[in-house]
């Protein structure tokens, strides 16, 4: 319901909807709710949180840093959902995802895990290890949780992937326009009108671009490619990385970095183009 | 009767993607396309006499198979136990790795990828990477934990003269785990051009079921032989698991055979009850790592735990999933042998048989000499020497003159 209100009115307004992602108690529980409220405050229209897994293998080294930093200091899944439970509690109509390795979803036992984030007040759910021919395993469940399973659709895949990813994905879809692992060493190429206009005629949910986008240029090649909105992750968690002994400081850069992308998603596209 | 002997034959077949309940895919969305041309390639390739008789060619001719059927004349004998060893240590590259990475290199080529990428834990794989890429002209990259690099150096040094580029992990536990972690990494950015040529009988689908059709000719070599030089089969095939290449290759053959029991040997490490082994199967828990749905050593809340062995080729907290399947059937058992047995296992072999085992192989040499002391009617077992253990040496060196010093001070 979340997301598909806040892709209505970003929609009615010509923008595009910004989801920025970090790490959840990453560098710490108190300054990681400080962070939130910096993405919160200066335009994110979502939230995409992560949570620490030991082997991250579809993230670059910067969010491995930032996955591994909360595991050092024996942040668990629980205190992760608690957390977010906090961030719901604050932005009550805020959409918020968890991208979440897939053994963390099984260890528990799937329909206790689906539980847990639906009463943390958790949108959705994305399994980086999960592909859509794997999904029936967590299928069941996120339905009877209501929660939404997002999936990625990469850029090659073929027609028959594309439809199954769109008819399986709920909330939005996740799509790539370079192949690899998460990271801005390279960055996102304009993703093709024709890959993105056959998810939305196989009836895709918003289809929101991640992987690669950090700078506003990004930003208006995916609004020209006609994406519905855009995720950064890399180009956050770096400013974490790099100033976490300096929280203030890192605060700002956060906040100014975000305010940037921000602005050029809030732009009206629909009357630039 | 016809119908039951077909159905007990199936439930050890793979069913697409799943062997029982283990298995699948659990990769980005991304590696799918990557994994399915790699098993349309593999499936058609199997069918295919002219590759077929290109790995045969290279296995005999240049591999050295068949490897020899060595009895004990010594080691675990007695008056009714005879011991059998299947000497994969023979063959090119110093263990039965090289068996199934001739094949995927064969494979790569195949699919007209030039560039191959791997892990390796204690090196074996490695090398044996980079020996066959060597021999075929393919271009090597191999990932190795930062760790493992400067414990196995002269291994590190075999790879890069036979032109490999190995590349030193960092992150995480910088050992093997994190190795296959960077190695996906790298196949999701460049699989176009690259194939990951994974080294065990884990890892998402095809591997576990490719690994193991590319083995079997050890179980189907061992088999013949056993026949011959006894006339009978074995009463128990013993190999060590670690991700589980050597022992399902060895076993495979067997598993229609019901009255052979199958004995799966993992690492106890410091003791199957403390903190430190490596025994997945024994003492993990149901997961999904590395792309499948298979056993692995986790917190309850699933984060994945650094195993430990004396035995680098078994210090893996994760197993295939085939062995899951053999372990919840029924039809293998698995056992653990501590770091400590293995070793002693290592000087005994050497001592007695002239033969330096592999620290790997050793958990099954020193279970097959505890089963040998127990038997009470004639019995024949067979195990899998699945490595020679030059490798191991300056590791064991180091290890036992730390253990005289401790006892000499303790005097």
């Not at chain 2, 199936?10 to 895919?25: M, N, P, T």
């Not at chain 2, 560039?115 to 393919?138: M, S």
């Not at chain 2, 029991?261 to 997945?280: C, F, K, M, Y």
């Not at chain 2, 490595?387 to 253990?403: A, C, Q, W, Y």
């Amino acid at each position: 319901m979340r997301y598909s209100k806040m892709f209505q009115q970003v929609r009615n307004e010509g923008h595009l909807a910004y989801i920025p992602f970090v790490v959840i108690g990453d560098p710490n529980e108190e300054l990681s709710l400080e962070i939130i409220d910096q993405l919160v405050t200066n335009g994110a229209d979502g939230l995409e949180l992560g949570l620490a897994f030991s082997d991250p293998v579809a993230d670059g080294p910067v969010i491995q840093q930032s996955i591994l930093r909360p595991l050092a200091n024996q942040f668990s899944v629980s205190s992760g959902l608690r957390l977010v439970a906090k961030v719901r509690e604050k932005y009550p109509q805020l959409p918020i995802g968890l991208l979440i390795y897939a053994n963390l979803v099984f260890a528990q036992g799937i329909k206790s895990f689906f539980n847990q984030c639906c009463n943390a007040g958790i949108d959705s759910i994305l399994i980086a290890d999960c592909p859509v021919k794997e999904s029936k395993l967590f299928a069941g469940a996120a339905e009877e949780s209501g929660i939404d399973l997002v999936f990625i659709a990469p850029p090659d895949a073929n027609d028959e992937t594309l439809q199954q990813i769109a008819n399986t994905s709920k909330g939005y879809t996740y799509v790539l326009s370079r192949k690899g692992i998460t990271g801005t060493e390279v960055a996102a190429s304009k993703a093709s009108t024709e890959f993105l206009g056959k998810l939305r005629n196989f009836g895709s949910p918003p289809l929101v671009q991640g992987f690669g986008i950090s700078k506003p240029q990004h930003v208006f090649d995916a609004a020209k490619a006609g994406v519905d909105g855009i995720i950064t992750g890399s180009a956050i968690v770096n400013l974490i990385n790099r100033h976490y002994n300096t929280p203030q400081i890192m605060l700002e850069h956060i906040g100014d970095y975000v305010r940037t992308i921000a602005q050029a998603a809030h732009t009206n596209h629909a009357q630039s183009a | 009767m016809t119908i039951i002997e077909e159905q007990t034959h199936s439930k050890f077949e793979y069913d697409g993607a799943y062997i029982g309940q283990y298995g699948g895919q659990f990769v980005p969305q991304i590696l799918v396309p990557a994994l399915e041309q790699l098993e349309q390639a593999f499936e058609q390739a199997i069918d295919d006499r002219g590759f077929l008789d290109e790995l045969n060619k290279l296995l005999n001719d240049y591999a050295g198979r068949p490897t020899p059927l060595t009895e004990c004349q010594t080691f675990g004998r007695n008056e009714n136990c005879r011991i059998f060893l299947k000497r994969e240590d023979l063959l090119h590259g110093g263990a039965h790795k090289t068996n199934q990475v001739l094949a995927q290199a064969l494979l790569a080529k195949r699919m007209g990828k030039g560039r191959i990428i791997a892990e390796t834990g204690a090196g074996q794989h490695g090398v044996a990477t980079a020996l066959a890429c060597a021999l075929l002209g393919l271009k090597a990259t191999i990932y190795m934990g930062k760790k493992d690099c400067d414990r196995q150096s002269p291994n590190v040094f075999r790879m890069r003269l036979m032109g490999a580029e190995v590349i030193p992990v960092d992150n995480g536990s910088a050992s093997l785990k994190d190795a296959i972690n960077e190695a996906l990494r790298d196949w999701a950015a460049n699989y176009d051009d690259t194939h990951y040529l994974l080294g065990t009988a884990a890892g998402p689908h095809p591997f576990p079921k490719m690994v193991k059709r590319f083995q079997q000719v050890i179980g189907e070599e061992a088999k013949q032989q056993v026949l011959q030089q006894t006339g009978q089969l074995p009463d128990a095939v013993i190999a060590c698991v670690g991700g589980g290449s050597n022992a399902i290759g060895i076993f495979t053959d067997f598993i229609p055979d019901e009255d052979v029991r199958l004995i799966g040997v993992e690492p106890a490490g410091h003791g199957l009850d403390s903190d430190a082994h490596g025994a997945t199967l024994l003492r993990g828990t149901e997961g999904i790592i590395h792309g499948a749905r298979t056993h692995t050593l986790q917190t309850e809340e699933g984060q994945i735990i650094e195993s430990h062995s004396v035995s680098a080729g078994l210090d893996y907290p994760a197993v295939g999933p085939e062995h899951v399947h053999l372990m919840t059937s029924g039809r293998a058992e698995y056992v653990g042998i501590t770091d400590d047995e293995a070793l002693q296992a290592f000087q005994e072999l050497s001592h007695a048989e002239g033969i330096i085992p592999a620290l790997e192989s050793s958990h099954a040499l020193a279970y097959a000499k505890k089963l040998s002391q127990q038997v009470t009617e004639e019995t024949v077992l067979l195990v899998n020497l699945s490595g020679r253990g030059d490798k191991d040496l300056s590791h064991v060196m180091s290890i036992l003159e730390s253990n005289q010093k401790e006892s000499s001070n303790a005097l």
